[in-house]
Nanobody, 128 residues
């Protein structure tokens, strides 16, 4: 069984930092891109960041630019999300996702529909 497992969430004060990790377990697979999304209570899931494996291009939601950094992990199909200058509005469950189908098109890296494998999520809570 193939899974994505997130780790690194927790409670942090505003202005602090956290580093999330996502790694694949089980049968190996090829992915074309990986991403982070988040969902706060009562809100829809929103795009955070993505990385396209073909050329390493990274993509960010406007509110995360300059604060969050997505990077390749050491293992295949693994990514990190470095989050700095965290704000209370960053409080959410953070999900890792992988595109195994190569279903991307211009602009699709920002869309949840591109990704067909999701982790269970890790809670990030930022206190004011």
């Amino acid at each position: 069984q193939v899974q994505l497992v997130e780790s690194g969430g927790g409670l942090v004060q505003a202005g602090g930092s956290l580093r999330l990790s996502c790694a694949a377990s089980g049968r190996t697979f090829r992915s074309y891109a990986m991403a982070w999304f988040r969902q706060a209570p009562g809100k829809e899931r929103e795009f955070v960041a993505a990385i396209d494996w073909s050329d390493g291009t990274t993509y960010y939601a406007d509110s995360m630019k300059g604060r969050f950094t997505i990077s390749r992990g050491n293992a295949k199909n693994s990514v990190f999300l470095q989050m700095n200058d965290l704000k209370p509005e960053d409080t959410a469950v953070y999900y890792c996702a992988a595109d195994r189908r190569g279903a991307y098109y211009n602009g699709s890296h920002y869309l949840a529909d591109e990704y067909d494998l999701w982790g269970q999520g890790t809670q990030v809570t930022v206190s004011s």
